[in-house]
């Protein structure tokens, strides 16, 4: 059910590289349209999905990264449209055609545990992933960053000057990206802490929710990655760390992340394998 979103978005992702390339008004429309046909396309497959299984398809894991890459695209394109900047396109669809592919590699569709059947469970999923979508915005407006201001200040202006913001648009994109990022982690994190309390791991006797707690590794990632970002947004606004600073700082937690996504959320965590 996946490959038809995959393809999208390869499609979406070479109509963006020739529009970085050549800078034509018509292939920029053209790329956002294609963007938006794939998002469009994804979300009626989440809407089946979502009718197959009796919830919103956070489980497992490949349909909770399928999500992710859903909500990012639809986080892009309000971007784009409010803006009316593409530029960035050209770095973000890459990444959702990775993660797309990913989740299609192994998709498979699996009955809810009834532990999950709960409004609390879709409050928490649904935060994170907003939040990773706000911090793989932020990841990227930063690299782009870095990108433009090696050019800049190797005073040989070209590639990146000609077709990226100006740092300062830049620099502004990424504060605020990182900023709705923590405030919907925060919200997640709290949900899934008052949810946890509810469930009582001590007593539980599924062995899964019996193992969470602050060690288990993807919990413990996730309060890693608030740590790291409370710190960025603190930075900025106390020490003045901006610019090339937070742009890094976006990058590095992004990472994070991806790492809380990818490995440790297949192979490491004992509690968050529904």
Same mark, same amino acid.
């Given at each position: 059910?996946?490959i038809?979103p995959?393809?999208?978005?390869?499609?979406?992702?070479?109509?963006?590289?020739?529009y970085?390339?050549?800078?034509?008004?018509q292939a920029?429309?053209?790329?956002?349209?294609?963007l938006a046909?794939?998002a469009l396309?994804?979300?009626?497959?989440v809407?089946?999905?979502t009718?197959?299984v009796?919830q919103?398809?956070?489980v497992? $894991?490949?349909a *909770?990264?399928?999500a992710? /890459?859903?909500?990012?695209a639809v986080?892009?394109?309000y971007? #784009?449209?409010? =803006? %009316?900047?593409?530029a960035?396109g050209?770095f973000?669809?890459?990444?959702?055609?990775?993660?797309?592919?990913?989740s299609?590699v192994s998709d498979?569709?699996?009955?809810?545990?009834p532990?999950?059947?709960?409004?609390?469970f879709a409050v928490?999923v649904s935060?994170l992933?907003?939040?990773?979508a706000?911090f793989?915005?932020a990841?990227?407006i930063?690299?782009t960053y870095?990108l433009?201001?090696r050019e800049?200040k190797?005073?040989?202006?070209g590639f990146?000057?000609?077709?990226?913001?100006?740092?300062?648009?830049?620099?502004t994109?990424?504060?605020?990206?990182v900023?709705?990022g923590w $405030?919907?982690? *925060?919200a997640?994190?709290? /949900?899934g802490?008052v949810?946890?309390?509810q469930l009582?791991? #001590?007593?539980? =006797? %599924?062995?899964r929710?019996?193992?969470m707690?602050v060690f288990?590794?993807?919990i413990?990632?996730?309060l890693?990655s608030?740590?790291?970002?409370?710190f960025?947004?603190?930075?900025?606004?106390?020490?003045?760390?901006?610019?090339k600073?937070?742009?890094?700082?976006s990058?590095?937690?992004?990472?994070i992340i991806?790492?809380?996504?990818?490995?440790?959320?297949?192979?490491?965590t004992?509690s968050h394998?529904?």
């Amino acid at each position: 059910m996946n490959i038809l979103p995959l393809l999208l978005y390869i499609a979406a992702g070479v109509t963006y590289a020739i529009y970085f390339a050549r800078r034509s008004p018509q292939a920029g429309r053209f790329a956002t349209a294609s963007l938006a046909a794939a998002a469009l396309i994804h979300t009626f497959v989440v809407g089946m999905r979502t009718v197959e299984v009796g919830q919103l398809p956070f489980v497992p $894991l490949p349909a *909770t990264i399928s999500a992710f /890459v859903w909500l990012l695209a639809v986080a892009y394109l309000y971007t #784009e449209v409010t =803006t %009316d900047e593409r530029a960035m396109g050209v770095f973000i669809v890459p990444l959702l055609v990775v993660l797309q592919g990913v989740s299609t590699v192994s998709d498979r569709v699996l009955e809810p545990a009834p532990v999950l059947d709960s409004p609390m469970f879709a409050v928490h999923v649904s935060s994170l992933l907003f939040a990773c979508a706000a911090f793989a915005l932020a990841c990227v407006i930063g690299i782009t960053y870095v990108l433009l201001f090696r050019e800049l200040k190797s005073k040989q202006l070209g590639f990146f000057a000609e077709r990226l913001p100006s740092l300062k648009v830049l620099d502004t994109m990424n504060g605020r990206a990182v900023s709705i990022g923590w $405030l919907f982690l *925060t919200a997640g994190l709290v /949900v899934g802490a008052v949810w946890l309390m509810q469930l009582q791991p #001590e007593t539980a =006797t %599924d062995p899964r929710v019996a193992a969470m707690s602050v060690f288990d590794p993807k919990i413990y990632v996730a309060l890693l990655s608030w740590l790291l970002y409370s710190f960025a947004i603190y930075a900025r606004r106390a020490i003045g760390w901006n610019g090339k600073r937070a742009a890094w700082l976006s990058a590095i937690g992004f990472s994070i992340i991806l790492l809380n996504l990818g490995p440790v959320g297949y192979f490491l965590t004992e509690s968050h394998n529904f």
